[in-house]
């Protein structure tokens, strides 16, 4: 059973900057790509950033210039950097990481989230 767990979340000022990571365990294959979603309260969960299985990246047009979404295959993780950071994007963050098998097969396993509170 492939568990996602995030971590990297909490209270910054903003500008301020956070650094979220994304570990997926169970799993003898690797995440091979994924992406990062937030959900803020009465609003819709969004996309924010996506990395693909050959380190291709893509942004919502609101972080870019600010986040940036990376991996690191040998050790299962996903990280996001957030920089700059503003009170409207305090949200629930969660990973969806993808997990590509031997056989060829990819599934995305999300993972509780992690609360970050954009504050003074």
């Known amino acids: 059973q492939v568990q996602v767990v995030e971590s990297g979340g909490g209270l910054v000022q903003p500008g301020g900057s956070l650094r979220l990571s994304c570990v997926a365990s169970g799993t003898s294959d690797s995440i091979n790509g994924g992406g990062w979603y937030r959900h803020a309260p009465g609003k819709q969960r969004e996309l924010v950033a996506v990395?693909?299985?050959?380190?291709?990246?893509n942004y919502a047009d609101s972080v870019k210039g600010r986040f940036t979404i990376s991996r690191n295959i040998a050790k299962n993780l996903l990280y996001l950097q957030m920089n700059s950071l503003k009170p409207e994007e305090t949200a629930v963050y969660y990973c969806?990481?993808?997990?590509?098998?031997?056989?060829?097969?990819?599934?995305?396993?999300w993972g509780q989230g992690t609360q970050v509170t954009v504050s003074s």
């Open positions: 990395i693909t299985s050959v380190g291709r990246t």
């Open positions: 969806n990481a993808k997990v590509r098998y031997s056989d060829g097969t990819v599934s995305g396993y």
